[in-house]
């Protein structure tokens, strides 16, 4: 199965390099999952004052150039991975958390498998 972790940010910690970029831990973490063969893809995300939010409705597409007030609903980055179940990737989001430290926050998805 796979999972996509997302790591929420808010406004102190969208401006901050990514956690892998400056907690030596972070790096370690990521090496072993890749080398276990859990870890699929993972990137940290530039500040939402790079990006745009587009919206479809009415027959028109929107686009609203960051950054996003609403910084709740930011993501600061991701890592996709490939475990047995969803509770071994929420332990993955935990060991990840864990490292990049208090206040952090992440959402687990289950990602659709093609039929």
Do not use: N, W, Y
Not at 31 to 41: I, T
Request: proline share 4%; net charge negative.
């Amino acid at each position: 199965m796979r999972f996509m972790i997302m790591f929420k940010a808010d406004a102190d910690t969208e401006a901050a390099a990514p956690a892998c970029m400056v907690l030596p831990e972070m790096g370690r973490l990521i090496e072993q999952l890749k080398s276990d063969g859990v870890l699929l893809a993972t990137e940290g995300l530039k500040p939402s004052a790079t990006g745009a939010r587009l919206r479809h409705s009415g027959g028109k597409v929107t686009v609203v150039d960051g950054p996003f007030a609403e910084a709740k609903e930011l993501v600061a980055g991701f890592a996709l991975v490939e475990v047995a179940s969803r509770q071994a990737a929420v332990e993955l989001g935990e060991r990840f958390l864990r490292v990049a430290g208090d206040g952090t926050a992440a959402e687990v998805r289950e990602v659709f498998d093609e039929p």
